[in-house]
T-cell receptor
Framework: EDQVTQSPEALRLQEGESSSLNCSYT??????LFWYRQDPGKGPEFLFT???AGEEKEKERLKATLTKKESFLHITAPKPEDSATYLC??????????FGEGTQLTVNP | DTEVTQTPKHLVMGMTNKKSLKCEQH?????MYWYKQKAKKPPELMFV???????INESVPSRFSPECPNSSLLNLHLHALQPEDSALYLC??????????????FGDGTRLSIL
């Protein structure tokens, strides 16, 4: 069965303390892995798409990487405004996105 | 600000009411989606429209009725909802007509409360 698992469920960091979020997947026929950020009461905001193992994407303090079994979202020197829930999703054949349960990130000043 | 606009932002309705949620995008995207999201859970797919035709219905109860009047608009008609239908309803769109590998872009949702 296709599955997406994110860890940890929740992460507390001090401002400037770098860390990584993990998204592991057991799917066949991956057509894209997507990272989203969601703030309370808002819709998911698209961050990155990764299509093949070895691919990397960067945006400000965030860097996403992809292997054949997992993706990492690296956060370098985070700021309080990076606090949000980060969702990973994989796209298989057709239109469906399979989401992980998310990682709730809190960055304390 | 997102490029997918949803109205209203909040909606409170009784179980016997009829109401509609609206979604609009002007990015020229050819697939549009409805999702339901409960607190602290990821979005769950409800419906997919590809090139204005309903392509996926994830066994959603008939009290939810989607409509795609044109390529920019998506409606969700609500009737005789239950308290457990209270949730954040998200609209999304993607460029690829739903069959490719392009990202989905989400609106900020309608917070629906059923009394």
């Amino acid at each position: 069965e296709d599955q997406v698992t994110q860890s940890p469920e929740a992460l507390r960091l001090q401002e400037g303390e770098s860390s990584s979020l993990n998204c592991s997947y057991t799917v066949s026929g991956l057509r894209g892995l997507f990272w989203y950020r969601q703030d309370p009461g808002k819709g998911p905001e698209f961050l990155f798409t990764l299509y093949s193992a070895g691919e990397e994407k960067e945006k400000e303090r965030l860097k996403a990487t992809l292997t054949k079994k997992e993706s990492f979202l690296h956060i370098t020197a985070p700021k309080p405004e990076d606090s949000a829930t980060y969702l990973c999703a994989v796209r298989l054949s057709g239109s469906r996105l399979t989401f992980g349960e998310g990682t709730q990130l809190t960055v304390n000043p | 600000d997102t490029e997918v606009t949803q109205t209203p932002k909040h909606l409170v309705m009784g179980m016997t009411n009829k109401k509609s949620l609206k979604c609009e995008q002007h990015m020229g995207h050819r697939a549009m989606y409805w999702y339901k999201q409960k607190a602290k859970k990821p979005p769950e797919l409800m419906f997919v429209y590809s090139y204005e035709k309903l392509s996926i219905n994830e066994s959603v109860p008939s009290r939810f009725s989607p409509e795609c009047p044109n390529s920019s608009l998506l409606n969700l008609h609500l009737h005789a909802l239950q308290p457990e239908d209270s949730a954040l309803y998200l609209c999304a769109s993607s460029q690829d007509g739903g069959l490719g590998n392009q990202p989905q872009h989400f609106g900020d949702g309608t917070r629906l409360s059923i009394l």
